[in-house]
């Protein structure tokens, strides 16, 4: 990676999949600073710059990836690297372009992201949206940090980020927990609780990943598996219920989410 100096503020589950995969990328060490009040053995043995001095501090890029309600004290102590020279790139739910502008100023370019947690395992998924200082290059940027932990979409309006959120930034737990309910039914059915999840864990990653090689898409997949009269063919009844089914359930769980994240991006 082309980059002279690299700040990271807040290093958990996903600063710690980031920093991971850009190390791996052929970010070198002592180009990159980290702000992390509980430092993990990991981190501190990684070569980085943990906790460091931010003053005089040269980076071309500072990655905000702490929680909402820590976010204004971190800001205070980078308002610093406001101006046209240094990338801000924001992983925080909820808070907006327009209140990191506040921050940073109209001239500085900021990218806002929502990656989502397979990103630890380097199979994530990062939407982005940069504000009107962001250039190509700045988003090239970016997408080239984001895409260090997964694949990468490029949006042309915030409010997108919302729905981005309900689907693939809280949709790793929907699917956690469709694993979860899966596995119940067969313990319920007779199946001794080890072999239900490793089936339901197996069914749920083996399918995902189909759907993902296929040149066919999830509905044709679907067809293929449901013969006329079988077992899937009985069991999807239930799932397509119009009513009752999983279309109508999933999509008040989206909307749920879309608008909690509306409501954080509202209260920052």
Not at 152 to 181: H, K, M, W
Not at 204 to 219: D, F
């Amino acid at each position: 990676m082309e980059i002279e100096g690299l700040l990271l503020l807040g290093c958990g589950k996903m600063g710690s999949a980031l920093l991971r995969g850009w190390l791996a990328g052929g970010l070198p060490p002592d180009r990159a600073f980290v702000t992390e009040p509980q430092p993990s053995v990991w981190l501190l043995e990684s070569g980085v710059g943990v906790n460091q001095p931010l003053e005089g501090m040269s980076v071309d890029i500072c990655v905000l990836a702490i929680k909402p309600q820590m976010m204004a004290e971190a800001l205070e102590t980078v308002r610093s690297l406001r101006g046209p020279d240094t990338v801000i790139l924001s992983i925080a739910a909820g808070i907006t372009l327009g209140h990191l502008a506040e921050v940073f100023g109209a001239e500085t370019p900021v990218v806002r992201a929502m990656p989502n947690t397979p990103a630890a395992i380097g199979c994530g998924i990062s939407a982005y949206v940069g504000n009107a200082a962001a250039r190509e290059n700045h988003l090239s940027l970016a997408a080239e940090l984001l895409g260090a932990v997964g694949q990468t979409v490029l949006l042309t309006r915030e409010a997108d980020i919302d729905c981005v959120t309900g689907v693939s930034g809280s949709g790793p737990a929907y699917v956690f927990y469709l694993i979860e309910t899966l596995a119940r039914a067969a313990e319920d059915s007779g199946l001794a609780a080890d072999i239900a999840m490793s089936l339901a864990v197996e069914t749920v990653a083996g399918a995902g990943q189909l759907a993902r090689c296929a040149s066919e898409t999830p509905e044709e997949l679907r067809r293929n598996v449901t013969s006329p009269r079988g077992t899937t063919e009985a069991a999807l009844r239930h799932l397509m219920d119009p009513d009752t089914g999983l279309q109508p359930l999933v999509k008040r769980t989206v909307m749920a989410a879309i608008s909690r994240s509306e409501e954080l991006g509202r209260r920052e």
